[in-house]
């Protein structure tokens, strides 16, 4: 099955043929994927080996002169061995690019901890000015980096995930879609979230919204949807909680409730896999319902 | 005051090496010219005096040779040459530090005239560099150099490492370091840091870094297909 990297790699090809202002920065993972572009466009698909920090700064060099950087990896190495350069060398130095990682929160179990980076977002959400995007479907996969390239000089990360949704569904950047109504609290599924909380929430008098595009968060979205209270429950791929404090400012003017369902902190030193990890975590069927109608009394 | 009055003067001529003192005098209201502050001076000034094809009215053009201040600690010789040669009012050295100055202790590009990085937190100017000639060589701008100036402690952080051994297997020949030795480095760097550039690839020279004219043949050298590391070596920091 096609996962988002593959999407990943046939779409990058594709936009560096049509745009001559895009470069891609590998760290060698997916390297191989890229063999044929490389050939077509040698000076603009670089891949630096495994040298993570230099693949920020060389993606912030590549864009002080004016060009827009596509840099990946997989998340861990992308934005939490290299912060500082995410930091310093784009956003400090007034330039954008476009990372995209792979592997997320726990793509690999049996990899363990080290290919593990729950953390991603959060980290990006101490930084200004940065879009982030996670999809739950490589078609959507697709619009979101189609989109993030062709944005100025933006900062955008994209991140990528073998966990996904049986369907895509019609993103656009930045707006959250309502995909089931109801009269009481609003329940916001995040990328792949979106089946286990679609199946999670069957028979509730809920409103779920779904959410390719986390930052941008979409505020006026949230309020729009919420019922006669303002109770909101965040399920997210990574970091419990990770946007709490957008859920907060968006209504901050209200009493309101906030439950963030994801990731815990805790290590799971387990190894075996994705259905195994998210049961763990209690992001699965049953876990969500247990805990989405605990909160809701 | 004699020495702000002397710069008035000055404002608008061309300023000359024997007026840098004058010029860092005023960041520093005081007479200091210890080496750890002007380690850099000799170097900043045979680059922009003879060496960069960069001038205020050129800081925008797209092929302008780069220079990227890595070694952002102590900026004052760095300022002062830029404030001889014209990106910056001379009358603008009196705020350094200050709350609204553009010129912190550390440099910020998007703050300063002429300043191609922000930096300060060591080992990210030469990774930048890279990522500078490789968006140079995309766009088919074969002439522009790119210059990045880096220190001999600063040198132990392993970004640099990263961006020393990919630039000389990529050949990057429009690259180019110049590294200010004042012997700063807690461990050294046991046969001379020319000796790491020379293992990956580069071309290298060491020479004494208040010679100007040394310094100016270092720079100069041709290094076809290779990317080229001057180290300019000057008298030790705690001497």
Redesign the interface.
């Known amino acids: 099955m096609e996962t988002m990297r593959d999407r990943f790699i046939d779409v990058t090809g594709e936009l560096l043929d049509s745009d001559p202002r895009l470069a891609v920065v590998l760290a060698d993972i997916s390297a191989a994927g890229f063999v044929a572009a490389a050939e077509r466009h040698p000076d603009r698909v670089v891949n630096v080996g495994i040298r993570e920090q230099l693949l920020i700064g060389a993606a912030g060099g590549l864009a002080l002169t004016g060009m827009r950087p596509i840099a990946h990896t997989f998340a861990s190495f992308l934005i939490e061995r290299p912060f500082e350069q995410v930091k310093l060398d784009l956003g400090h130095q007034g330039v954008g690019a476009v990372l995209v990682s792979a592997s997320g929160s726990y793509d690999w179990p049996a990899g363990g901890r080290t290919h593990m980076a729950p953390g991603d977002v959060a980290l990006l959400d101490t930084l200004p000015g940065w879009s982030v995007h996670v999809p739950g479907h490589p078609d959507e996969a697709e619009t979101l980096l189609r989109h993030a390239a062709a944005d100025g000089d933006s900062l955008q990360y994209v991140r990528l995930s073998v966990h996904g949704n049986g369907t895509a569904r019609p993103v656009r950047p930045g707006r959250f879609l309502t995909v089931r109504r109801g009269s009481g609290a609003v329940v916001l599924a995040v990328g792949p979230m979106l089946d286990a909380v679609l199946a999670a929430t069957e028979g509730l008098d809920v409103t779920v919204l779904y959410a390719a595009t986390v930052r941008p968060f979409d505020a006026a979205g949230l309020r729009a949807a919420l019922g006669g209270r303002a109770d909101v429950v965040l399920v997210e791929p990574y970091l419990a909680g990770t946007s709490a404090n957008e859920a907060h400012a968006a209504l901050a003017d209200l009493p309101h409730r906030v439950l963030g369902l994801g990731v815990p902190r805790e290590e799971h030193r387990h190894y075996g896999s994705i259905p195994e990890h998210l049961a763990a975590y209690g992001l699965d069927e049953a876990g969500l319902r247990a805990r989405i109608t605990g909160f809701l009394g | 005051m004699t020495t702000a009055t002397h710069t008035e003067r000055r404002s608008g001529a061309q300023y000359g090496f024997s007026d840098l003192p004058d010029l860092l005098s005023l960041m520093t209201g005081a007479e200091k010219h210890g080496p750890a502050a002007t380690s850099t001076l000799d170097v900043l000034w045979v680059l922009y005096d003879r060496v960069l094809r960069v001038s205020p009215e050129t800081v925008g053009a797209?092929d302008r040779d780069?220079f990227l201040l890595s070694k952002g600690h102590g900026p004052m010789a760095y300022y002062a040459v830029l404030a001889a040669k014209g990106f910056l009012a001379p009358e603008l050295l009196a705020s350094f530090g200050g709350y609204d100055s553009p010129l912190g202790h550390h440099p910020d590009?998007?703050l300063v005239p002429g300043a191609?990085?922000?930096s300060g937190?060591l080992?990210?100017g030469?990774?930048?560099?890279?990522?500078?000639?490789?968006?140079?060589?995309?766009?088919a701008?074969p002439d522009p150099a790119v210059w990045v100036l880096i220190g001999d402690a600063e040198f132990d952080e392993?970004?640099n490492h990263?961006?020393v051994?990919?630039a000389g297997?990529?050949g990057l020949e429009r690259l180019h370091v110049v590294a200010i030795d004042n012997s700063s480095a807690t461990h050294g760097w046991r046969g001379g840091i020319a000796a790491r550039f020379e293992a990956e690839g580069w071309s290298t020279e060491t020479v004494d870094g208040r010679d100007h004219e040394a310094l100016y043949r270092a720079f100069t050298a041709p290094h076809p297909g290779r990317p080229h590391a001057v180290v300019a070596r000057v008298e030790p920091k705690n001497s």
């Open positions: 797209a780069r590009r998007l191609e990085i922000g937190s080992g990210h030469l990774p930048l560099a890279v990522g500078t000639a490789l968006g140079l060589r995309a766009q701008l392993g970004s990263e961006a051994a990919f297997a990529a």
